[in-house]
């Protein structure tokens, strides 16, 4: 089993709707966790972060963290082309030092005119 | 703040040929990561330092990768002998360490190598 697992895509979704991109992590212990975009032939760039249970508010980004269940999500309100990228949910596992974290694969987003 | 910096952002080699990838983190940022990224495989963290000390390099393949921070504001990777699978982007990625613990990565623009 991977440690963070993130459905591949694409995903896609019209301009004006939700996206809704979803991560599941095996590490029971972890703490924190994160969303980076990437745009095709850019760097990652953070644009959320959790670390408590429920959900976080920023903008039209909001993510959610059920600890029980082992999943974060990222949900985009009103989404438009430029939000068109990959997606990366990153995890801070529990036996490694706080700054070290864990990438998923990344899902493709997708947002048609 | 220029950011983090990385030379060269291509680099196309031949198979056996060593390869010296750069890396110039934000100022004052005390942690240096290096990541690969390929289809495959997706984003791999290689190594990290703290302070300019590596901590954890279990994620660097095999002993043909090496790398190294000599003062905190340089940091290489070196790869020799390279081979055609390391073709990949490189990315390197500086922080600094918050009050919590916890803090964000700031990428560079990475470097594309092509190994033929």
């Known amino acids: 089993q991977k440690e963070v697992e993130q459905n591949s895509g694409p995903l896609s979704v019209p301009e004006g709707a939700i996206a809704s991109l979803n991560c599941t992590y095996s590490?029971?212990?972890?703490?924190?966790f994160f969303w980076y975009r990437q745009y095709s032939g850019k760097s990652p760039e953070l644009i959320m972060f959790i670390y408590s249970n429920g959900d976080k508010e920023d903008g039209r980004f909001t993510a959610q963290l059920n600890k029980a269940s082992q999943y974060v999500s990222l949900l985009i309100r009103d989404s438009q082309p430029s939000d068109s990228a990959t997606y990366l949910c990153a995890v801070n596992l529990r036996d490694s030092s706080a700054s070290k974290i864990i990438f998923g694969s990344g899902t493709r987003l997708s947002i048609r005119p | 703040d220029a950011g983090v910096i990385q030379s060269p952002r291509h680099e196309v080699t031949e198979m056996g040929q060593e390869v010296t990838l750069r890396c110039k983190p934000i100022s004052g940022h005390d942690y240096l990561f290096w990541y690969r990224q390929t289809m495959m495989r997706g984003l791999e963290l290689l190594i990290y330092f703290n302070n300019n000390v590596p901590i954890d390099d279990s994620g660097m393949p095999e002993d043909r990768f090496s790398a190294k921070m000599p003062n905190a504001s340089f940091s290489t990777l070196k790869i020799q002998p390279s081979e055609p699978r390391d073709s990949a982007v490189y990315f390197c990625?500086?922080?600094?360490?918050?009050?919590?613990?916890?803090?964000?990565?700031?990428f560079g623009p990475g470097t594309r190598l092509t190994v033929l």
């Open positions: 990625a500086s922080s600094l360490a918050g009050t919590s613990g916890m803090n964000e990565q700031f």
């Open positions: 590490d029971r212990g972890s703490q924190s």
